[in-house]
Structures are given as structure tokens and as C-alpha cells.
């Protein structure tokens, strides 16, 4: 799905040979909804099944936490980017 300046999905092939992480599969959208003339919010949904279900419990809690850091830095990075050019 593509809806310019609105939201997007992707699908990741996590059945690839040198794909890193135990997700049997992972699809996500992202939203931007304009609050004012100069603040956007950005909205990130994911769905994802692990491989096996022991790793609802056992990986569930770290993934959750590594992946919300890395979620926060990118789009810290991505607000300096579009920053420096206005």
C-alpha cells in the first residue's frame, strides 16, 4: 500500500538466507498525520509471528525493547535530516 504523504505497508521476506531475525513473518504500515502547519506524528504498526512459540515469552520482551530504541533513533535521525534542509 502507498498513499502519498499519508501511509505506507511492506512485507519482509524473512524466508531469505541471511535474514537475522526469528520472524516467521513481518508486515508493517506506517502512518504521518499532520497535527498543525509545522508537526507531523508518524504512526508504526507491526504484525509478526515468530518462528516458534517459545519465543513469544523468551525473545518477546527483548525484541520489544531493542526494536523500540531503534525505532526512536531512526526517526531522531530522520527529524535532524529533514531539519537541516529548510
Known sequence: ???EEKSYSFEV????AD???PFKCLKGTWEVQGLDSGTTKIKMFFDFQYKRNYQNWLLHPF???KFSKTAEALLDN????IEKRD
Open 1 to 3: 500500500m502507498w498513499v
Open 78 to 81: 530522520w527529524q535532524k535530516t
Open 63 to 65: 525484541i520489544k525493547s
Open 13 to 16: 521476506d524473512t524466508s531469505a
Open 19 to 21: 535474514y537475522p531475525y
